[in-house]
């Protein structure tokens, strides 16, 4: 819920924008399918769920929801005033696997930060490939992105810098918490997966940048999700 939460909130926000994007204009809310009433009521709702289960959980994931709020309603407008926005959806999307260890445990362990920085870098990482799309909008509108402030090549030097921090953060993680070979599995084909990621994408292929961000991604997370839970059912 606070990822429809905060997809819903970035919409109402980027709104102004998305109808003047040609790549974004023709999608539901811009284009008036969906209403911004409509987006708002969906996101007020969204927000008194969220808040109403962090308080069910325990009582430090509740006070901790302010916190994951505000960083939802702040990185839409980081895009307005610095190209370092990209690191701010990677630690709002970082907060999620934190939440979920205090969720279940109830307290702060070490071992949330190096997952949590894995989660940062791997999303910062993809979103300045994404961001790659809107490059010539960015720069007529003052938009801020890493490839509107240092260009195509040098963005996919810091996407990629960014995407080995992530493998190292996720291995650090299997390391810290002495995962098994099912686990090790899984790393080995995240970082395969990221690397093809880089070799699909280069300034003359963004056609394919679609395709790395939504299907590519999604085989990452689902991937590494279902080799973790093979390594604690083989350790438990």
């Known amino acids: 819920m606070r990822q429809q939460h905060g997809m819903a909130l970035n919409r109402v926000i980027d709104l102004p924008l998305d109808k003047l994007n040609p790549r974004t204009s023709a999608w539901p809310v811009p284009a008036g399918r969906i209403s911004r009433r409509f987006l708002i009521g969906l996101t007020l709702m969204a927000g008194l769920i969220f808040f109403t289960s962090a308080w069910r959980l325990n009582p430090l994931c509740f006070k901790l929801s302010p916190l994951a709020f505000g960083l939802m309603i702040l990185y839409p407008y980081l895009k307005r005033f610095t190209w370092v926005c990209h690191f701010g959806l990677g630690l709002v999307l970082a907060c999620a696997p934190a939440a979920g260890w205090l969720a279940v445990t109830g307290h702060w362990d070490p071992a949330i930060w190096p997952l949590s920085l894995g989660v940062l870098f791997w999303v910062a990482g993809f979103d300045i490939l994404y961001a790659l799309l809107d490059l010539d909008f960015d720069r007529a509108h003052g938009v801020y992105s890493i490839p509107q402030r240092f260009g195509c090549e040098k963005a996919l030097t810091f996407s990629g810098f960014c995407h080995l921090l992530a493998v190292f953060g996720f291995g650090w993680f299997g390391m810290f918490t002495g995962r098994g070979v099912w686990f090790w599995i899984g790393w080995l084909l995240v970082a395969a997966l990221l690397i093809y990621e880089h070799r699909l994408v280069r300034p003359s292929t963004l056609n394919r940048v679609n395709r790395v961000f ?12 279902l080799f973790t839970i093979l390594d604690l059912k083989g350790s438990l």
């Open 214 to 225: 939504f299907t590519i991604n999604g085989w990452i997370s689902v991937s590494f999700f």
